[in-house]
């Protein structure tokens, strides 16, 4: 992978903008934009301070350089992630896996269980139910989803995801 391109990556995922970046790390939007697109090549020092910004150690950040990322994880790779939801795990499907843009999750819902926006940090995704049904509060809406169905959650929606039947629900997430 190219400098820019990493760089790129880990910016977004960090959250920030390209003007936060280059206004905190002391550079024009300009210079940045070109680096992130590869289209010229940082001093070190302006690197050390893009990587500053971003909370990268410059060793760590040229270790994984070389390293091509994994493109296919297997069920058995899956890892539980926190979760403070009574009677709602949470697994990554992609364990590991650096810069990412996107953050998939995989949920498995107990029946009774709930998701609510203000229990967890996301604010805009797609969801997919994988196996079982649940039931998708959505501003006023109720919507009843089944194995198959697919939602979108758009920012400063206010939502729930309830598994009302009595069987396990598996909805896969990707998050933004």
Avoid: H
């Avoid at 709930?114 to 229990?119: A, G, L, Q, T, Y």
């Avoid at 979108?152 to 929606?157: N, T």
Wanted: glycine share 6%; with cysteine.
């Amino acid at each position: 992978m190219e400098v820019g391109k990493k760089l790129r990556r880990l910016r977004k995922t960090k959250g920030l903008t390209l003007e936060e970046l280059a206004e905190r790390a002391g550079l024009t939007k300009g210079f940045l934009s070109q680096i992130e697109r590869d289209k010229t090549s940082p001093s070190i020092a302006a690197l050390k301070a893009i990587l500053d910004v971003l909370g990268e150690d410059i060793s760590n950040f040229f270790k994984n350089m070389e390293l091509k990322e994994k493109n296919v994880f297997r069920k058995t790779e899956r890892k539980p992630l926190e979760s403070e939801m009574p009677g709602v795990k949470i697994e990554t499907p992609i364990p590991n896996l650096q810069y990412r843009e996107l953050d998939p999750m995989i949920l498995l819902m107990e029946p009774g269980s709930k998701v609510e926006d203000e229990s967890w940090d996301v604010e805009e995704a797609f969801g997919y139910v994988l196996r079982g049904s649940i039931k998708l509060y959505i501003n006023n809406n109720v919507y009843s989803l089944r194995k198959g169905d697919c939602f979108y959650i758009f920012p400063d929606m206010s939502y729930r995801i309830e598994n009302e039947s009595k069987k396990e629900a598996e909805v896969l997430i990707v998050a933004y």
